[in-house]
């Protein structure tokens, strides 16, 4: 593949020089990500969160990230952020200036992250190299596992996922692949705790109340009717428990003797909801099914 067309397959951004196969041994590979990708809000999204994050439990040490992509390879504040999460102090020196002292340092606190996440090495989607190296995908897979660890309640785009671009030095030259990335977990419906159809209702559609009201007090009155009973207020009418109970009976077929409890209460203490033998008795009568 030439390297013209390599170029506009990348669609890198300006300034960014496509790699030559000598930069790159045999079987080696480096992945880009295209504007495409970086632009994408979610991804965008992702960055700002994960970053106001850094910054707020960096704050007492006046440490401030501004690009994910600079800022974190060094190690230099991935050391800070792990020991105040961790709540422990590695043995590394906190300063380095070298790149062989940095890549020292970064191999130290990669390793106790590694440890405090449960991982091997190999599990891990980040390392050293890559890290260092200023893979953005890298660093954002190591700060939302830490975030996931440490912070399970910072509320993460779900489902964020951009398309990378693989080059693999080979012996016929450069080849290239289109991946997707998949950085935070996807997120469905049934993922979600179920909504409250009242609730909803009270929300979306507050003007239907009085008529979802109406229409199960015509329901009620009409399982209700045998009885010689009917309901006009659903508000106070079933404050005492004692239509709720009939209503039980007459939906499931239940024979509800009078003793179990009072028709007429009096008091809070003589309320069907009160005694748990009142619903125990429910189920004793229904030998009496009529």
Request: overall charge negative; cysteine-free; proline content about 5%.
């Amino acid at each position: 593949m030439e390297l013209e067309s390599l170029y506009d397959l990348l669609q890198l951004p300006k300034g960014v020089e496509p790699p030559a196969e000598e930069m790159l041994s045999q079987g080696g590979k480096k992945r880009y990500l295209p504007p495409t990708s970086r632009k994408d809000p979610k991804f965008e999204e992702l960055q700002k969160v994960l970053m106001e994050w850094i910054n707020t439990t960096l704050l007492p040490e006046h440490i401030v990230v501004r690009s994910l992509e600079e800022d974190m390879f060094d190690g230099l504040i991935l050391h800070h952020l792990f020991q105040r999460l961790a709540a422990l102090k590695l043995e590394a020196e906190d300063i380095a200036l070298t790149a062989t002292s940095q890549k020292h340092k970064l191999a130290v606190v990669l390793e106790a992250v590694n440890r405090s996440l449960q991982l091997e090495e190999r599990q891990a989607k980040w390392s050293v190299e890559t890290i260092f190296n200023k893979d953005l995908l890298s660093t954002l897979h190591l700060l939302v596992a830490l975030a996931k660890r440490f912070q399970p309640n910072l509320s993460l785009p779900t489902n964020v996922q951009v398309e990378v671009i693989t080059i693999e030095s080979t012996k016929s030259g450069l080849k290239s692949e289109k991946l997707v990335e998949q950085l935070t977990e996807y997120s469905t419906d049934k993922d979600q705790p179920p909504k409250d159809v009242f609730d909803e209702l009270f929300k979306l559609a507050p003007e239907k109340v009085n008529a979802v009201k109406e229409a199960i007090v015509n329901f009620v009155n009409q399982k209700l009717d045998r009885l010689g009973l009917s309901v006009q207020n659903l508000d106070t009418q079933f404050a005492d428990g004692v239509i709720l109970l009939l209503l039980i009976g007459q939906l499931e077929g239940f024979f509800l003797h009078l003793k179990e409890f009072y028709l007429t209460p009096n008091s809070p203490a003589e309320m069907a909801p009160a005694g748990s033998s009142t619903l125990a008795g429910v189920g004793r009568g229904r030998s009496g099914r009529h």
